[in-house]
């Protein structure tokens, strides 16, 4: 049995969500996993949330444009370089079993709340310069 395109349709924003696509959980594991090949290829481009001094690695993790508390009152912590990974691994496993939900939905909902803001002041602008 072939694959029927008539099942295709555009895909329109925000029914990644709703269809099952990326969970604010997904998208913390993917940014862990990024920070692991960044970690293992030192040379590859990307953003790294993570610094190396002499042998310790300090690192924190974001989701909505904060960070996430990983420690109690702290944010950013501290392991030997050697640790690095095991210690991002740990997280991984913290956030798969939903330990991490209420900071992941609270900065989404921050998160959301400053794009709906900022989204509200460009129209407010492109209103008053149509308006001229």
């Known amino acids: ?4 395109l008539k099942l295709l349709k555009p895909a ?4 990644v969500a709703v269809t099952g696509g990326n969970t604010a959980r997904d998208e ?3 940014l862990i ?3 692991e090949a960044l970690f ?3 040379k590859a481009n990307g953003q790294r949330l993570y610094e190396i001094t002499d042998d310790t ?3 924190t993790l974001r989701y909505g444009g904060k960070a996430l508390t990983l420690l109690p009152n702290e944010t950013k912590v501290s392991v030997p370089k ?3 990974v095991g210690a991002l691994e740990h997280y991984k496993a913290e956030v798969g079993k939903g330990s991490f939900d209420p900071q992941l939905e609270k900065n989404g909902a921050a998160s959301a709340s400053r794009k709906a ?3 509200a002041t460009r129209d407010a602008k492109k209103a008053g310069a149509l308006a001229k």
Do not use: N, R
């Not at 049995?1 to 029927?4: N, Q, V």
């Open 1 to 4: 049995m072939g694959f029927d």
């Open 12 to 15: 329109t924003k925000g029914e």
């Open 28 to 30: 913390v594991l993917a």
């Open 33 to 35: 996993e990024t920070q």
């Open 40 to 42: 293992a290829y030192p």
């Open 57 to 59: 690695v300090t690192f």
């Open 82 to 84: 050697d640790a690095f």
């Open 117 to 119: 803001s900022a989204k």
